[in-house]
C-alpha cells in the first residue's frame, strides 16, 4: 500500500533532469511537457511570436498548480463579470 502511495507520488511529480549550473530541475508530465515543447516549436518556426508563446506556457503552468488560489479566484470572479 506504501509502495503504490508512492508510485502515485513520483507519476504525478514527473522526472527529473540534471541540467549543469542549475543541478537537478523537475519535468513536468509527459503530456504537459509535449505540450510545452510543441508551443516552443511554433515560437521558433515563428508561427506564433515568442511573447504570446511565453505567456500561454506561463499561463498554463500557472493553471495548472492545485496550491495557486488565488489564480483561481480571479478566474471566477472574471466569468461572473
Known amino acids: 500500500m506504501l509502495e503504490s502511495a508512492i508510485d502515485k507520488m ?6 527529473a533532469a540534471h541540467v549543469p549550473g ?9 503530456n504537459r511537457l509535449v505540450f510545452y515543447v510543441g508551443l516552443g516549436l ?3 518556426l ?3 511570436e515568442w511573447p504570446i508563446a ?3 506556457g506561463v499561463g498554463h503552468m500557472l493553471a495548472d498548480q492545485p496550491h495557486w488560489r488565488l489564480g ?9 463579470a
Open 46 to 48: 515563428e508561427i506564433v
Open 10 to 15: 513520483r507519476e504525478r511529480a514527473g522526472a
Open 72 to 80: 483561481q479566484g480571479v478566474g471566477e470572479a472574471l466569468e461572473e
Open 54 to 56: 511565453l505567456i500561454v
Open 22 to 30: 542549475l543541478g537537478s530541475v523537475g519535468l513536468p508530465p509527459p
Open 42 to 44: 511554433l515560437a521558433v
